[in-house]
């Protein structure tokens, strides 16, 4: 694991900035690009990506959701690699938890523990917000129930067949985690 990787939580402020920007559209493409689950299958169109991106940013602009990213390179010019979002859910009944989405890393940096680096840091933003549990689904087949429960999350529904991704249908698995 590269000692120039670090996590922050993004300011409202932040999430106007381009330069940020740039880098989560080139991780998120580039993650998409490489099979990962993250809302997109190759080959990907990064206007398409764009437009998501931004409506992450608004959300986060607006306050209503928190954005996690995890940077490389130190100095004044860090670079995003990384990112999470602690997506907020519909109002006051739900107000003590979040659905963890987007939780994504570039792909030089998969398979050496940037993922549990950033889902940590997620989980310590959770708490500064005085959350008690994060829910997710994971795209199932992917090997990615084993990486959420080795975090503490129990799989807590699946719904098969809920996914289809060029021509092959997968369950949609629903996991969650008391913080």
């Known amino acids: 694991m590269s000692d120039d990787l670090r996590t922050r939580v993004v300011r409202p ?6 330069r940020l920007r740039a880098d989560l559209l080139r991780t998120w493409v580039d993650v998409s690009e490489a099979g990962g689950s993250v809302g997109f299958v190759p080959p990907v169109d990064p206007a398409a990506v764009a437009g998501r991106l931004d409506g992450l940013l608004a959300r986060v602009r607006d306050g209503v959701d928190t954005l996690v990213v995890l940077e490389e390179g130190g100095g004044a010019a860090p670079r995003a690699v990384g990112l999470a979002v602690l997506q907020a859910g519909g109002g006051g009944l739900t107000a003590h938890w979040r ?3 987007r939780l994504m890393v570039a792909p030089a940096l998969q ?3 940037a993922g549990r680096r950033l ?3 997620t989980h310590g933003a959770a708490r500064d917000l005085g959350l008690e549990h994060l829910a997710l689904t994971v795209r ?6 084993d990486f959420y429960g080795a975090a ?3 799989v807590v529904g699946r719904q098969p067949r809920a996914l289809r991704v060029r021509g092959e249908d997968r369950d949609e698995v629903r996991m969650w985690r008391a913080l």
């Open 119 to 121: 889902l940590d840091a």
């Open 140 to 145: 199932g087949g992917e090997g990615l129930e």
């Open 13 to 18: 402020a932040d999430a106007d900035d381009p």
């Open 152 to 154: 503490g999350y129990a």
């Open 111 to 113: 398979g050496r523990g």
């Open 99 to 101: 659905t963890v989405v």
